[in-house]
């Protein structure tokens, strides 16, 4: 079974920088997506980046662009979400998961879920 494991996650104050971790564990895919998603008090899950596996593609929302930077080290199966220029709205608890079906950030396509880390920030 897939397995995620978040981490990385802590307090830092608006403009500064944290980078999450996502190991993953128990597949033997070869094309699969890992999307890091987030969820701040009060409001849905959001969709916040993916890397393919078959071609290192990325994907951004919009409100992230040009800030966090997606990457990936296979032979780790570790994905890294490096986080720059933070806001106070990107306090969230972010999760990364786990989907067959690259190139996208459509929530109910991906099955499996890490335990997700604090990311707080102050103004």
């Known amino acids: 079974e897939v397995q995620l494991q978040a981490s990385g996650g802590g307090l830092v104050q608006a403009g500064g920088s944290l980078r999450l971790s996502c190991a993953a564990s128990?597949?033997?895919?070869?094309?699969?997506?890992i999307g890091w998603f987030r969820q701040a008090p009060g409001k849905e899950r959001e969709g916040v980046s993916c890397?393919?596996?078959?071609?290192?593609?990325?994907l951004y929302a919009d409100s992230v662009k040009g800030r966090f930077t997606i990457s990936s080290d296979n032979a780790k199966n570790t994905v890294y979400l490096q986080m720059n220029s933070l806001k106070p709205e990107d306090t969230a608890v972010y999760y990364c998961a786990f989907t067959l079906v690259e190139g996208t950030l459509l929530e109910g396509l991906y099955h499996y879920w890490g335990q997700g880390t604090q990311v707080t920030v102050s103004s």
């Open positions: 128990g597949f033997t895919f070869d094309d699969y997506a």
């Open positions: 890397i393919s596996s078959s071609d290192g593609s990325t």
